[in-house]
């Protein structure tokens, strides 16, 4: 089995910095592409960010292409979501999740195997 576990949330002005993180742990592998997704209030949950299993590719949303950056911690088991410049739309629960290689895009929650239990990002103006 697999855990994944995310921290870093909590209550932020718009405009401020800060980092999710992601600890990986149980069956882990290092061949699992890595991703960040967020549900929002009634919304459904969507894609934020994924990163390969070797960090050497990362794919991001539109709404939060160059202002959130998703990196692979050297330990392999470790995955964060820097996001900077934040935005009230962008308050949601955020998860981590992880997939074992397929050919997918990686874009939808379908596409994961493994998820977390989220982390809560609330953004004020």
């Known amino acids: 089995q697999v855990q994944l576990v995310e921290s870093g949330g909590g209550l932020v002005q718009a405009g401020a910095s800060l980092t999710l993180s992601c600890a990986v742990s149980?069956?882990?592998?290092?061949?699992?592409?890595m991703g960040w997704f967020r549900q929002a209030p009634g919304k459904e949950r969507e894609f934020v960010a994924a990163?390969?299993?070797?960090?050497?590719?990362?794919y991001y949303a539109n709404p939060v292409k160059g202002r959130f950056t998703i990196l692979r911690g050297n330990a392999k088991n470790t995955v964060f979501l820097a996001l900077n410049n934040l935005k009230a739309e962008d308050t949601a629960v955020y998860y981590c999740?992880?997939?074992?290689?397929?050919?997918?895009?990686?874009?939808?929650?379908?596409?994961?195997?493994?998820w977390g239990q989220g982390t809560q990002l609330t953004v004020f103006s």
């Open positions: 990163i390969t299993s070797d960090g050497g590719s990362t």
């Open positions: 999740a992880a997939a074992e290689p397929r050919s997918v895009y990686y874009t939808l929650p379908d596409d994961y195997d493994y």
């Open positions: 149980g069956r882990t592998s290092s061949t699992y592409i």
